[in-house]
């Protein structure tokens, strides 16, 4: 996001930055594992262990390491395009082959093809399932009812689902997002939550996020490869300081930043379907992140992504990035300030006109 990021986090580095000595610092302290647990519960009902807190520089390389960890070369691995992009380099860079279970697209709203989802878990090689809630780019939350369905058919054939719910605490006003690891106790068994406060309170770069492993022997997998075989053993000095504040103290912005979103979103739709009657706004439930279908513009991928930013000089992320079902779409970053959007959009019209 474009936005700065909450005061207490700034004044909580500011002070860290003063204290002059930036030494090697240990994250397994009850105030930054109470801070996450603490977060975990307040802001989304769910009770765990601080036990269960595996600490990752980052989301992708845990995915990474997830798969090199609980699945071997050679088996097979769900995801569901058009997606983040990295879960198909961290499937296919580890030798593990990629099942693309497309999301169904109809009337500018995505839902879970299941049956074809069944068909791929049914496969005795198909060992995982990245799940990506709230869904980026599409920007589903997904209901409890279509979770537990997919759910559902992962435990029936022993899917180990890795749930990346990274932009979590984006929500959209209306909807509700529930952590796939909160629907039943055996969710909870068979998932690994992958979270941070790196997109909610825009502290991306600090590289400081938290993978919840209920099931002990899989956590211990896990610490086996991430902490024995990788050495990665503690966040930097910085991130610890950050995520305690953000969590401990970050709610207020976060709502503030929450409805600026939402306003933005508001201006885009109105805009898109006013002044840009050929590109179809898909409506957002969360994340901060616009998915525009840009098709009945009848450009191929390459003509769009080069008018785009040749032509209208706006970067945007061109759909085919995230896969089978992102041909011919945009997605925006509605994150930053109105007056940006607002040029961003003008400049997609003006370039229209011109053509
Ligand atoms: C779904 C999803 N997962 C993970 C990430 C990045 O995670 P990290 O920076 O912690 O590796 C992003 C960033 O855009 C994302 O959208």
């Excluded at 980052?58 to 050679?74: E, H, K, S």
């Excluded at 090689?125 to 869904?135: E, G």
Aim: glycine share 6%; charged share 25%.
């Amino acid at each position: 996001m474009d936005f700065q990021c909450p005061q207490p986090v700034i004044d909580a580095l500011k002070k860290r930055v003063d204290a002059e000595i930036y030494g090697y610092c240990w994250h397994k302290t009850p105030t930054y594992l109470d801070a996450v647990s603490n977060w975990m519960k307040r802001r989304h009902g769910w009770e765990i262990d601080n036990e269960w807190i595996v600490f990752s520089p980052g989301i992708v390389p845990a995915i990474y390491m997830l798969v090199q960890t609980l699945t071997n070369v050679g088996e097979k691995v769900i995801v569901q395009p058009p997606v983040y992009y990295p879960f198909f380099s961290a499937v296919e860079n580890n030798g593990r082959i990629l099942l693309t279970n497309q999301l169904h697209y109809e009337n500018k709203r995505y839902t879970f093809n299941f049956e074809d989802f069944e068909e791929k878990a049914k496969d005795p090689l198909t060992k995982m399932f990245i799940l990506c809630s709230p869904h980026n780019p599409v920007g589903r939350v997904w209901t409890e009812k279509e979770l537990r369905k997919l759910g559902d058919i992962c435990l029936e054939n022993d899917v180990i689902i890795i749930s990346d719910e990274i932009h979590h605490d984006l929500i959209l006003s209306g909807y509700k997002h529930t952590l796939f690891s909160t629907i039943s106790d055996d969710f909870e068994r068979s998932t690994i939550m992958c979270t941070a406060p790196s997109k909610t309170f825009n502290i991306a770069g600090l590289k400081t996020s938290n993978i919840i492993i209920p099931d002990e022997k899989m956590r211990e997998s896990f610490i086996n490869v991430i902490s024995n075989r990788n050495s990665v053993m503690s966040p930097n000095a910085f991130g610890i300081v950050a995520l305690i504040a953000a969590y401990n103290e970050g709610e207020e912005w976060l709502d503030q930043a929450l409805k600026y979103i939402e306003t933005n979103f508001k201006f885009l739709k109105e805009f898109v379907n006013e002044k840009l009657i050929n590109i179809d706004f898909v409506d957002p439930e969360g994340t901060y992140l616009a998915w525009l279908d840009c098709n009945r513009l009848s450009m191929d991928d390459e003509e769009l992504s080069n008018f785009m930013l040749k032509k209208a000089k706006v970067a945007l992320d061109d759909g085919k990035i995230f896969g089978p079902g992102g041909e011919g779409f945009e997605r925006i970053n509605v994150g930053c300030p109105q007056s940006i959007l607002k040029e961003c959009m003008n400049r997609i019209v003006n370039a229209l006109n011109e053509k």
